[in-house]
């Protein structure tokens, strides 16, 4: 029998698939006979700066409303240009209300910062935690603490995510406050006037905790944004700090072409929202709300997706609020301030997972848009392009750390609980320390947004938790169908990934735990022939007894029933749509 491959598959066998009635499941088996060996075929992957990433199964045909973040999603900010601008500002903004003229001194440093980071207000320690609050990097101003000093400050490695004392540096924006956050604690912990306390420093009879310190970093930082000038120069000089694409006009306008919705959702004002998005999309005497059919400022978002604002219209002459709450129909070409999820949702038709929202934000856009409404989402990560581009070219890291694991595990081999012997495996530990730090620090100084080493970071968990499917840009949606199915990949456990298939052991080996799931269930031949054999005498021994049980055991499906990823389900009444819609595309997790 000849192989064929993923690519050939769509033109030798997607007529006959697409031919097949619902009911034909048992003729699968045929099909993929047909294929070959499938241990050979090469699934097709686009390319890598092109790709949308998989966490949970999402088919496009079914998404009736695309909403989009502003700042960060349609408009992406220039790194490292932006961050220094809000570095610089909020350094003037606290030495205006008496920080030391010195901190001027500090420039933003893009190779220090890293989103997700956990900054512990009690110890003014920055932390890289994994999903469940283990240590995995701990920062004191600008020193690398060791594990030793670690202790000194949480003896187990290990802290609560307690929001009274931990804040969450998620966003995008707070990249520069993250970086002040180290210099001002490295300030302040290594000049000579202060003195150190666990939880502060004192300068004479002055006492300053860095709980204080980062409530004035917090505070200047919103006062930029919110009061300051950080828009006014970015409006100012918007080739300077923000990104003009060209196929941003183009991608919005595929979205409507394929008769489907389009909605701005953005906590930015409408005067800045109007000269940032004329900047992206007017020309061609066109403007750039003709590219939405339902724009929505002043969020204020995550409230938006709880109990919300009151909704109100924008006076687009004066970028004024109208008073009175809304309660008509939205129209096109206006623009609606506030609101909530539940009014807006019902005001455009929108039932939940008919949504896929865009945004940058892991908190205020996913998160809560995912967990409290339903909406599907696509999370944009900027930084996945430098994450991509270091996994690919430190490929030579990552096979060593790969092969020091099976020289650890080499090492015990042969041992079992009568051994008395014990290896030594300092050398090889501390290889893997080295090698784990040196591919940590492709990254950044604080190493990957996902991973340190092996473990995840507690960003990743989110990731992978809320966000049903990100990407370097959403613009990358260009490069798929609207009829497409993202389909996610086997999430395999331990014991999965680590057993090969062909290493299979006889159920003798394991004794009578393997007979559960060999006995236990029947295929639907075997079922039917035990039916027929027993049936007459079962009615027989039910016409001597007084009862009757209407079931005496449950019957394996003879239909797919276990619905282990949502978007395969045909609920849309397509009848053969599941393998209609598993045949569409030759990719998998593409």
Not at 176 to 183: F, G, I, N, Q, V
Not at 358 to 371: Q, T, Y
Request: charge should be negative; charged fraction near 25%.
């Amino acid at each position: 029998m000849s192989s064929v491959t993923a690519g050939s598959f769509s033109t030798e066998l997607q007529s006959e698939v697409l031919s097949l009635p619902s009911s034909a499941w048992n003729r699968s088996s045929e099909l993929l006979n047909k294929m070959g060996d499938l241990t050979v075929a090469k699934t097709y992957k686009r390319e890598t700066k092109n790709r949308v990433f998989v966490n949970r199964s999402l088919h496009l045909e079914k998404i009736r409303f695309f909403g989009m973040d502003m700042d960060y999603t349609l408009a992406v900010y220039k790194s490292p240009q932006y961050e220094s601008l809000a570095f610089r500002l909020v350094v003037e903004r606290l030495i205006c209300i008496g920080y030391p003229e010195a901190i001027r001194d500090f420039e933003y440093d893009p190779s220090f910062s890293v989103r997700g980071l956990w900054f512990d207000t009690r110890y003014g320690n920055l932390l890289k935690v994994d999903p469940y609050g283990n240590l995995l990097v701990c920062v004191h101003g600008f020193s690398f603490l060791e594990s030793s000093d670690v202790r000194n400050f949480y003896p187990n490695k290990f802290v609560q995510l307690d929001e009274g004392r931990i804040f969450v540096l998620n966003t995008l924006f707070n990249l520069p406050e993250t970086y002040l956050l180290s210099c001002l604690v490295d300030y302040f912990t290594n000049s000579k006037e202060y003195s150190n306390e666990p939880t502060g420093v004192n300068c004479d009879d002055l006492y300053m905790s860095y709980k204080s310190i980062f409530q004035d970093c917090r505070d200047a930082f919103d006062w930029v944004h919110l009061e300051g000038d950080l828009k006014k120069i970015t409006v100012e000089n918007l080739e300077m700090y923000v990104q003009k694409d060209g196929r941003l006009p183009i991608m919005l306008d595929r979205i409507r072409e394929h008769e489907k919705k389009t909605f701005l959702l953005t906590n930015s004002d409408y005067t800045y929202t109007k000269q940032i998005m004329s900047y992206l999309l007017d020309g061609n005497n066109r403007s750039w709300e003709t590219y939405f059919d339902f724009i929505v400022v002043d969020a204020k978002k995550p409230n938006f997706f709880s109990e919300g604002t009151i909704l109100r219209t924008i006076d687009k002459e004066t970028g004024a609020q109208k008073i009175g709450t809304f309660i008509g129909l939205m129209q096109e070409g206006h623009v609606y301030s506030g609101g909530s999820c539940d009014v807006f949702s019902e005001l455009i038709g929108a039932k939940g997972k008919d949504v896929l929202y865009i945004g940058d934000h892991i908190f205020g856009d996913i998160l809560k848009s995912k967990k409290i409404r339903g909406w599907r989402t696509f999370l944009v990560i900027p930084e996945l392009a430098q994450e991509l581009y270091v996994w690919t070219n430190k490929k030579t890291l990552y096979n060593r750390l790969q092969n020091l694991y099976a020289l650890l595990s080499d090492m015990f081999r042969n041992l079992d609980s009568t051994s008395l012997c014990m290896p030594d495996i300092s050398s090889v530990r501390e290889a893997i320390r080295e090698v784990t730090l040196e591919m940590d620090l492709s990254f950044g100084m604080l190493g990957s947004l996902f991973r340190s080493g092996s473990r995840q970071t507690f960003f990743a968990s989110q990731v992978m938790r809320y966000a049903d499917i990100y990407a370097v840009s959403f613009l990358n949606l260009l490069h798929y169908p609207f009829s497409y199915l993202f389909k996610s990949p086997s999430m395999l456990m331990p014991h999965e990934s680590t057993v090969e298939h062909d290493a299979a052991d006889s159920a003798a080996e394991f004794g009578e735990l393997v007979l559960r799931a060999g006995l236990g269930v029947k295929t639907v031949e075997e079922e039917g022939t035990g039916d027929q054999a027993n049936g007459t005498a079962r009615t027989s021994i039910a016409k001597n007894r007084d009862y009757h049980v209407p079931h005496l055991r449950a019957e394996t499906p003879r239909r797919v029933t276990h619905h282990h990823d949502e978007d395969d389900s045909d609920d849309d009444g397509c009848g053969d749509g599941l393998l209609r819609n598993k045949c569409r595309t030759a990719e998998v997790q593409s």
